[in-house]
């Protein structure tokens, strides 16, 4: 259309406003085109990120889950706890949250922020240099079945991560949440500590014949209220027995008045051991035959012969086993990417084929020679290398711990091991895991007293996946906005088109007619 007009101007010269009219109405189409193309790239580009974004997490559970690979509802949750699955029930009775206040829980489902709040799970992650906390967990016969560790939830993230899951309420605890993706518990304070139920009266024991006595105490409740139903346990090494509250007659075997000037006695209630202000009660013993031997210079509550009335190794001044003569293990790690100039492994991001060397090192900075357990969990250092040197030690494949011989450390000992690990040729772009986070997450963690984290070189794919995670929420009212821009967009050009084909119709028969 264009070279028609441009051909008829020698026989029409007013077709020169016609064309200027044209050619400015082309510009503006050409600017609005570009800019839609802009648009249009832009909008391939995040959608691209649905396409090189890694698969689905193959790891959607681990071995800090509560509830393995997380749970969908309350109801869902409470199928563990009621079936103790994991010690889940022993757990929440341990920091004080009752069945009923996790059913109060179930209608309260929402995202909240890490912050200061506190993330509870079955393995640890994380140093105590970090805030990671080890607790103890006890049935109700008072038996330790599991341990439980807490840690600060922004450890795992940042204090702005958001985390989904069943915010509740607890007489004990206060506010508390469970994790949808691992039913882990979340907290923001840590539980107080049990009171005593019940205290043990000290108790008295006098010398009936040779080598038995005869006992007499009382156990009481917290409330001062006496407690009628309750037994001692009564331990001397060789033997172990069991009897009922006041007038006990108790004979130690091979054992003479002179032995021991005091004895420990532990006191059930009901049959069951309670939580008392102390683990045991203490007797007085009345002798009258033979003549006390001399005391321990050491220890004053111990006898000279006693087996016990040892100097600390350390400290000649003080008892074996004094506060003071204590071992003091001190653990800590190192890590060198050798393929790199032998530098801090910990400053430089390793690459596919690099080799990085850790080294242990434990330090025994107290009194006393402690024996301990050498071991390295390499579960997360794994993901993205192979183990190629031991160092002397012994690989287990499924539980990814690297072990060594028991050490015996002398006071001020210190002693190292070194293994190597190489990075794999073909970076896995495995996606992160669902319900841990530190899993895949294109960093080498390891833990030994202190946390070593090696930077990782991860595919391209890995990017995508941290960009895609930034990118914006959207629901039911972010779409229609969307379609209804689209909508309008495309009804512009729609119109605009219809338009412009109008003026070229209007130009071509202006010029065909000769009426300009």
Same mark, same amino acid.
């Given at each position: 259309?264009?070279?028609?007009?441009?051909?008829?101007?020698?026989?029409?010269?007013?077709?020169?406003?016609?064309?200027?009219?044209?050619?400015?109405?082309? =510009?503006?189409?050409?600017?609005?085109?570009?800019?839609?193309? %802009?648009?249009?790239?832009?909008?391939?580009?995040?959608?691209?990120?649905?396409?090189?974004?890694?698969?689905?997490?193959?790891?959607?559970?681990?071995?800090?889950?509560?509830?393995?690979?997380?749970?969908?509802?309350?109801?869902?949750?409470?199928?563990?706890? /009621?079936?103790?699955?994991?010690?889940?029930?022993?757990?929440?009775?341990?920091?004080?949250?009752?069945?009923?206040?996790?059913?109060?829980?179930?209608? +309260?489902?929402?995202?909240?922020?890490?912050?200061?709040?506190?993330?509870?799970?079955?393995?640890?992650?994380?140093?105590?240099?970090?805030?990671?906390?080890?607790?103890?967990?006890?049935?109700?016969?008072?038996?330790?079945?599991?341990?439980?560790?807490?840690?600060?939830?922004?450890?795992?993230?940042?204090?702005?991560?958001?985390?989904?899951?069943?915010?509740?309420?607890?007489?004990?605890?206060?506010?508390?949440? %469970?994790?949808?993706?691992?039913?882990?518990?979340?907290?923001?304070?840590? $539980?107080?500590?049990?009171?005593?139920?019940?205290?043990?009266?000290?108790?008295?024991?006098?010398?009936?014949?040779?080598?038995?006595?005869?006992?007499?105490?009382?156990?009481?409740?917290? +409330?001062?209220?006496?407690?009628?139903?309750?037994?001692?346990?009564?331990?001397?090494?060789?033997?172990?027995?069991?009897?009922?509250? +006041?007038?006990?007659?108790?004979?130690?075997?091979?054992?003479?008045?002179?032995? =021991?000037?005091?004895?420990?006695?532990?006191?059930?209630?009901?049959?069951?051991?309670?939580?008392?202000?102390?683990?045991? #009660?203490?007797?007085?013993?009345?002798?009258?035959?033979?003549?006390?031997? $001399?005391?321990?210079?050491?220890? $004053?509550?111990?006898?000279?012969?006693?087996?016990?009335?040892?100097? #600390?190794?350390?400290?000649?001044?003080?008892?074996?086993?004094?506060?003071? #003569? %204590?071992?003091? %293990?001190?653990?800590?790690?190192?890590?060198? +990417?050798?393929?790199?100039?032998?530098?801090?492994?910990?400053?430089?991001?390793?690459?596919?084929?690099?080799?990085?060397?850790?080294?242990?090192?434990?330090?025994?900075?107290?009194?006393?020679?402690?024996?301990?357990?050498?071991?390295?969990?390499?579960?997360?250092?794994?993901?993205?290398?192979?183990?190629?040197?031991?160092?002397?030690?012994?690989?287990?494949?499924?539980?990814?711990?690297?072990?060594?011989?028991?050490?015996?450390?002398?006071?001020?000992?210190?002693?190292?091991?070194?293994?190597?690990?190489?990075?794999?040729?073909?970076? $896995?772009?495995?996606?992160?895991?669902?319900? /841990?986070?530190?899993?895949?997450?294109?960093?080498?963690?390891?833990?030994?007293?202190?946390?070593?984290?090696?930077?990782?070189?991860?595919?391209?794919?890995?990017?995508?996946?941290?960009?895609?995670?930034?990118?914006?929420?959207?629901?039911?009212?972010?779409?229609?906005?969307?379609?209804?821009?689209?909508?309008?967009?495309?009804?512009?050009?729609?119109?605009?088109?219809?338009?412009?084909?109008?003026?070229?119709?209007?130009?071509?028969?202006?010029?065909?007619?000769?009426?300009?």
């Amino acid at each position: 259309m264009f070279k028609k007009i441009v051909s008829n101007l020698p026989f029409s010269p007013a077709l020169v406003g016609q064309l200027g009219f044209y050619a400015k109405r082309l =510009k503006k189409e050409e600017a609005t085109r570009r800019l839609g193309l %802009i648009f249009l790239a832009l909008t391939l580009i995040v959608q691209s990120f649905a396409i090189f974004q890694p698969s689905e997490s193959a790891n959607a559970s681990s071995d800090t889950d509560m509830v393995s690979g997380g749970v969908s509802s309350i109801s869902d949750y409470l199928k563990s706890y /009621d079936a103790n699955t994991k010690h889940l029930q022993d757990t929440m009775n341990y920091v004080g949250i009752t069945r009923h206040e996790i059913v109060s829980a179930a209608s +309260n489902y929402t995202s909240f922020k890490a912050g200061d709040k506190l993330s509870w799970g079955y393995a640890s992650r994380f140093s105590y240099a970090e805030g990671e906390r080890v607790h103890p967990i006890f049935n109700d016969n008072g038996t330790r079945v599991s341990t439980v560790y807490s840690r600060p939830l922004r450890l795992w993230g940042n204090s702005s991560m958001l985390s989904d899951g069943w915010i509740g309420h607890s007489a004990k605890m206060g506010w508390f949440a %469970i994790l949808r993706s691992c039913g882990n518990l979340v907290t923001d304070k840590l $539980p107080t500590p049990v009171q005593p139920d019940y205290s043990c009266d000290e108790l008295t024991a006098k010398l009936i014949s040779g080598n038995q006595y005869k006992f007499s105490g009382r156990a009481t409740a917290k +409330n001062g209220a006496s407690v009628k139903n309750y037994e001692f346990d009564f331990g001397d090494g060789a033997n172990k027995t069991t009897a009922s509250p +006041n007038n006990i007659l108790h004979t130690y075997s091979s054992k003479d008045a002179t032995y =021991k000037a005091r004895l420990s006695v532990n006191f059930k209630v009901n049959g069951a051991s309670k939580n008392a202000s102390s683990n045991a #009660c203490t007797a007085k013993i009345t002798v009258s035959k033979p003549p006390t031997p $001399p005391p321990c210079t050491l220890n $004053p509550d111990l006898l000279a012969s006693d087996e016990n009335c040892k100097p #600390c190794p350390g400290n000649d001044a003080l008892w074996i086993n004094d506060e003071s #003569c %204590i071992p003091n %293990i001190i653990q800590s790690k190192t890590a060198t +990417n050798t393929s790199q100039g032998f530098v801090d492994a910990s400053s430089v991001t390793a690459h596919s084929g690099d080799q990085i060397s850790y080294t242990i090192n434990i330090e025994n900075k107290g009194l006393s020679t402690k024996t301990v357990k050498l071991e390295d969990h390499l579960g997360d250092v794994l993901e993205y290398s192979t183990l190629v040197d031991k160092g002397g030690g012994s690989f287990n494949e499924t539980t990814k711990v690297l072990s060594w011989s028991d050490v015996t450390l002398a006071p001020k000992e210190k002693q190292t091991r070194t293994f190597v690990v190489r990075v794999m040729d073909e970076i $896995p772009a495995t996606a992160t895991g669902a319900s /841990d986070p530190t899993s895949f997450d294109c960093i080498m963690t390891n833990i030994f007293g202190n946390s070593t984290n090696v930077n990782v070189d991860c595919p391209t794919p890995k990017i995508v996946e941290t960009v895609a995670k930034e990118l914006p929420h959207t629901g039911p009212t972010e779409n229609i906005i969307f379609s209804g821009i689209i909508l309008a967009i495309t009804t512009y050009f729609y119109v605009r088109t219809r338009q412009v084909k109008r003026e070229v119709q209007l130009i071509r028969k202006d010029v065909t007619t000769g009426t300009i």
